[in-house]
Nanobody
Framework: QVQLVESGGGLVQAGGSLRLSCAASGDTICISHMEGWYRQAPGKERELVAGFTSGGSPYFANSVKGRVSISRDNAKNTLLLQMNSLIPEDTAVYYC???????????????WGKGTLVTVSS
């Protein structure tokens, strides 16, 4: 099946920047398109960070608006998240996801990576 792997997380000081990458492998024929990024902080629910509308326009959570940009290359099955002016509240595990094709062979409507940890220190 499809595997998504996030990379680029790490420890960064407040005010710094990180660029997260997501790459798909395996049965990439089952991917309709890359969707976006979510994050989950300790003790909290997973929340949307950034994604794309059905028309391909990016949208962002209010908490990161103005500090984050998102890009994707559906032909290469990759997804990027550029994060600037990081604050400690950005500390979380960041996950990428992709939409699957509605085919019995593929099975899943959505695919998720295992996450990459971002830690922002004061």
């Amino acid at each position: 099946q499809v595997q998504l792997v996030e990379s680029g997380g790490g420890l960064v000081q407040a005010g710094g920047s990180l660029r997260l990458s997501c790459a798909a492998s395996g049965d990439t024929i089952c991917i309709s398109h890359m969707e976006g990024w979510y994050r989950q902080a300790p003790g909290k629910e997973r929340e949307l960070v950034a994604g794309f509308t059905s028309g391909g326009s990016p949208y962002f959570a209010n908490s990161v608006k103005g500090r984050v940009s998102i890009s994707r290359d559906n032909a290469k099955n990759t997804l990027l998240l550029q994060m600037n002016s990081l604050i400690p509240e950005d500390t979380a595990v960041y996950y990428c996801n992709a939409a699957g094709l509605e085919r019995p062979y593929c099975g899943d409507m959505h695919y998720w990576g295992k996450g990459t940890l971002v830690t922002v220190s004061s």
